[in-house]
């Protein structure tokens, strides 16, 4: 029973499997098992046999009620019996029978008590037996995590000590079960965390990087790649932009670092280039340490576009200036034309010497003076709080040595009664004497400049918000780099010990199959006495379905060697037209059988060459097998031709072909192209696999041309001459590649 609830799928087909092997030891024909919720403070359903979706009692037992039965198995290890009634639902039974699971045998724990003795001390409705355990307790994670409750009159047909051993030996499966479910939904949800939290960051608008402390990039958005990547494809030119974006980024860090926590979190200005465009960009950086990271010395940059806005202010700036510049020729305009142009929008006062008003515009009019026609008491209050203010100011100008004042103050609008922010600026006009004859004051409206600074508060602090969050995202994405890091190099670690592995089963994996070929030749050549037609059949289909399987797994040992590293090469003189020639006698009965035409084209000056044999007839063997099993109807040719210091064999065949997009795939392990006309030939999909090792091995290379439904040429280029050290530097090299993939 419990190897089937351990190989359940989920915790509740195991308490559903849990409850029908209790209902059939018992004899009962319904059964409830509950478990301890997270808290440990209450009794929950978890699985049930004999009940209806309608009739399943929605059941939780909070287990501060002591006098409960099932409130007393979360701390026994012994099965109760309890009489209707006692467990307070209305269920129709006479009596129960209540199992506990505890997680874990506890050291000194009562005996197992029998089934009288059981039905003796078990708790009743009317005489509550007092709970043998404290509340603390009670909670204690890992004693009782499961109870079981066997209804309609139960007739164990085990046992009561069997039933606790059973219960004993299945409540720490069930509690691993409940664990094991509740860390996948929380591998989920983190999952989903992390792809939202990828999503997020690259939907910013702003580029965002985080370095290490050797200033070297570790995370950035699609908006940094742009910035500080480049791709295969990409050009010169972006690539030297990129280049320099890089080393302008760097320097900006160092210096960040260098200047201590007064540079650190601060903004700063940074140029760099577009490109795609090779324009100057101009960018904000706001660059945090992580002080939580793990890393010493990592920062978090947040790069902001303000080339477009620095351009405008430096535009506004000229503008303001030139407007002031305007505003002083236009007062001084002013003053010899009377002081007074009454197309000018500001509110614009003259006063004397006594702070008195001498000559005002239309606008000042609307705030200094009381309309009759208007009336009411609110203007006129409003009128004189004006009046005051702007009096006090004067009266304190008019003290004082300065020419020019300029002070803000608020003033109140007499029609509206709303509070109106102005900034007044005075000058003193002087006569030839330099005595004060009348100061001209102008007030300017800010409104729009106060609520410019409030928006610009809350700016900064929706800034200061944004910025804390990115902060905590990428500590927990560099969290999980770390542990997806951590999952790669065991992968691999598994992989080379498969290959290691593999390799040095090849005589295990081998000689049972030889002994299965010799034993069935041996029988086949009537070594053992004589054998009947149908017996002979029999052992021909054994003898040629064993050297298809011997071929299957020479191709799986072949991979797992290079793989491991422990394909050895024998250099010696070959002769590569006796290799074309023994490999066309070996194809010659296939090639007759479908009615190809097969043509060997080789040289007779063909030079020696200093190779592996073996290899280069398993290369050229699995070329041609390929060729002729992929061709129908035509002909497969075999070309031989020296090029300098190599020489160049090709396949060439009128089968099926290959598509476009599949001429890549066909060199991966264990793969064979999809495609339905393919459908009908076997093979593990290693042959090219290994053939293109095997050609790498001895200094070599192969490509492939195809027409889809024309035919294939497949070209390989070899040396003439392999020393023992290159064969050795290429094996070394292809190791470490393989594993890294």
């Known amino acids: 029973m419990l190897s089937v609830i351990a190989e359940a799928p989920d915790f509740a087909t195991a308490t559903h499997f849990v409850c029908e092997q209790l209902a059939k030891l018992t004899g009962s024909s319904r059964a409830l098992l509950f478990a301890l919720d997270d808290d440990n403070a209450a009794l929950t359903l978890a699985g049930a046999v004999g009940f209806d979706d309608a009739d399943l009692p929605l059941l939780r037992l909070t287990l501060d009620c002591e006098s409960h039965p099932l409130a007393y198995a979360t701390l026994s290890i012994t099965p109760l019996t309890c009489e209707h009634g006692g467990l307070g639902?209305?269920?129709?039974?006479?009596?129960?029978?209540?199992?506990?699971?505890?997680?874990?045998?506890?050291?000194?724990?009562?005996?197992?008590?029998?089934?009288?003795?059981?039905?003796?001390?078990?708790?009743?409705?009317?005489?509550?037996?007092?709970?043998?355990?404290?509340?603390?307790?009670?909670?204690?994670?890992?004693?009782?995590?499961?109870?079981?409750?066997?209804?309609?009159?139960?007739?164990?047909?085990?046992?009561?000590?069997?039933?606790?051993?059973?219960?004993?030996?299945?409540?720490?499966?069930?509690?691993?079960?409940?664990?094991?479910?509740?860390?996948?939904?929380?591998?989920?949800?983190?999952?989903?965390?992390?792809?939202?939290?990828?999503?997020?960051?690259?939907?910013?608008?702003?580029?965002?990087?985080?370095?290490?402390?050797?200033?070297?990039?570790?995370?950035?958005?699609?908006?940094?790649?742009?910035?500080?990547?480049?791709?295969?494809?990409?050009?010169?030119?972006?690539?030297?932009?990129?280049?320099?974006?890089?080393?302008?980024?760097?320097?900006?860090?160092?210096?960040?670092?260098?200047?201590?926590?007064?540079?650190?979190?601060?903004?700063?200005?940074?140029?760099?280039?577009?490109?795609?465009?090779?324009?100057?960009?101009?960018?904000?950086?706001?660059?945090?340490?992580?002080?939580?990271?793990?890393?010493?010395?990592?920062?978090?940059?947040?790069?902001?576009?303000?080339?477009?806005?620095?351009?405008?202010?430096?535009?506004?700036?000229?503008?303001?200036?030139?407007?002031?510049?305007?505003?002083?020729?236009?007062?001084?305009?002013?003053?010899?034309?009377?002081?007074?142009?009454?197309?000018?929008?500001?509110?614009?006062?003259?006063?004397?010497?006594?702070?008195?008003?001498?000559?005002?515009?239309?606008?000042?009019?609307?705030?200094?003076?009381?309309?009759?026609?208007?009336?009411?008491?609110a203007r006129a209050t409003a009128v004189r709080g004006n009046d005051t203010k702007f009096t006090t100011f004067i009266s304190d100008f008019t003290i004082g040595r300065a020419d020019a004042r300029r002070e803000q103050m608020r003033l109140t609008q007499p029609a509206t009664g709303a509070t109106l922010p102005v900034e007044v600026a005075s000058g003193k006009i002087m006569n030839a004497r330099g005595e004060p004859l009348a100061i001209v004051s102008v007030l300017h409206d800010l409104t729009k400049q106060v609520e410019n600074e409030r928006l610009y508060e809350e700016l900064k602090h929706f800034s200061s918000q944004l910025e804390a969050r990115i902060l905590a995202a990428t500590a927990d994405l560099a969290d999980q780099n770390a542990r997806l890091q951590w999952s790669s190099q065991e992968l691999e670690k598994a992989n080379r010990l498969k290959s290691e592995f593999l390799a040095s089963m090849s005589h295990e994996l081998r000689?049972?199959?030889?002994?299965?070929?010799?034993?069935?030749?041996?029988?086949?050549?009537?070594?053992?006495?004589?054998?009947?037609?149908?017996?002979?059949?029999?052992?021909?289909?054994?003898?040629?379905?064993?050297?298809?399987?011997?071929?299957?797994?020479?191709?799986?040992?072949?991979?797992?060697?290079?793989?491991?590293?422990?394909?050895?090469?024998?250099?010696?003189?070959?002769?590569?037209?006796?290799?074309?020639?023994?490999?066309?006698?070996?194809?010659?009965?296939?090639?007759?059988?479908?009615?190809?035409?097969?043509?060997?084209?080789?040289?007779?000056?063909?030079?020696?060459?200093?190779?592996?044999?073996?290899?280069?007839?398993?290369?050229?063997?699995?070329?041609?097998?390929?060729?002729?099993?992929?061709?129908?109807?035509?002909?497969?040719?075999?070309?031989?031709?020296?090029?300098?210091?190599?020489?160049?064999?090709?396949v060439q065949d009128s089968g099926i072909g290959i598509l476009p997009e599949d001429l890549e795939e066909i060199w991966e392990d264990f793969r064979q192209v999809d495609q339905s006309r393919t459908r009908e030939f076997g093979g593990t999909g290693l042959g090219l696999s290994i053939t293109r090792k095997l050609i790498r091995a001895l200094g070599g290379t192969v490509r492939v041309e195809s027409v889809y439904g024309e035919g294939s040429t497949f070209s390989v280029a070899l040396p003439l001459h392999l020393s023992p050290r290159v064969a050795g530097d290429v094996m070394r090299a292809e190791i470490p590649a393989r594993a890294s993939t």
């Open 89 to 377: 639902v209305a269920l129709p039974f006479d009596e129960c029978l209540i199992l506990p699971f505890p997680q874990a045998q506890q050291r000194g724990s009562p005996a197992v008590m029998t089934e009288q003795r059981v039905r003796d001390s078990a708790p009743t409705p009317c005489r509550p037996v007092p709970h043998p355990a404290s509340m603390a307790g009670r909670r204690r994670i890992g004693y009782s995590p499961f109870a079981a409750i066997l209804l309609e009159g139960a007739t164990p047909r085990v046992s009561a000590d069997s039933l606790a051993a059973t219960a004993l030996l299945a409540g720490p499966v069930l509690a691993r079960m409940r664990h094991l479910e509740r860390y996948r939904e929380a591998a989920e949800t983190l999952d989903q965390q992390r792809d939202l939290l990828t999503t997020i960051i690259n939907s910013l608008p702003d580029p965002i990087v985080i370095t290490d402390a050797a200033s070297d990039i570790v995370v950035q958005n699609r908006r940094a790649e742009h910035l500080l990547s480049t791709g295969e494809r990409d050009s010169e030119g972006r690539r030297r932009a990129v280049e320099i974006n890089n080393l302008l980024f760097t320097s900006y860090l160092s210096r960040s670092v260098i200047g201590g926590p007064q540079a650190q979190g601060g903004a700063r200005e940074l140029n760099l280039v577009d490109p795609d465009e090779g324009n100057d960009l101009l960018y904000e950086v706001l660059a945090h340490p992580l002080h939580e990271s793990t890393q010493q010395g990592a920062f978090v940059s947040v790069l902001r576009d303000v080339t477009d806005l620095r351009r405008a202010v430096a535009e506004l700036e000229r503008q303001v200036q030139r407007g002031r510049l305007a505003e002083i020729d236009a007062t001084r305009e002013r003053d010899r034309l009377n002081l007074i142009l009454e197309n000018v929008a500001d509110p614009i006062l003259v006063t004397d010497e006594q702070s008195n008003i001498i000559l005002m515009n239309r606008q000042a009019e609307l705030l200094f003076q009381n309309d009759a026609a208007a009336g009411g008491t």
């Open 511 to 650: 000689t049972p199959i030889n002994a299965i070929m010799g034993y069935t030749s041996l029988l086949a050549d009537r070594i053992y006495g004589d054998v009947n037609d149908r017996q002979g059949e029999g052992l021909r289909r054994i003898s040629v379905s064993a050297q298809h399987l011997l071929a299957l797994i020479n191709d799986i040992l072949d991979l797992a060697k290079i793989e491991a590293g422990k394909m050895p090469l024998h250099l010696a003189p070959v002769s590569l037209a006796s290799i074309v020639a023994e490999i066309s006698q070996q194809m010659e009965p296939i090639v007759r059988r479908k009615a190809l035409s097969f043509v060997a084209d080789v040289p007779n000056d063909l030079p020696a060459m200093v190779s592996d044999e073996t290899k280069i007839k398993q290369i050229l063997l699995n070329l041609l097998s390929n060729a002729v099993k992929f061709t129908h109807h035509g002909a497969v040719v075999v070309r031989v031709r020296p090029e300098e210091d190599m020489v160049r064999v090709d």
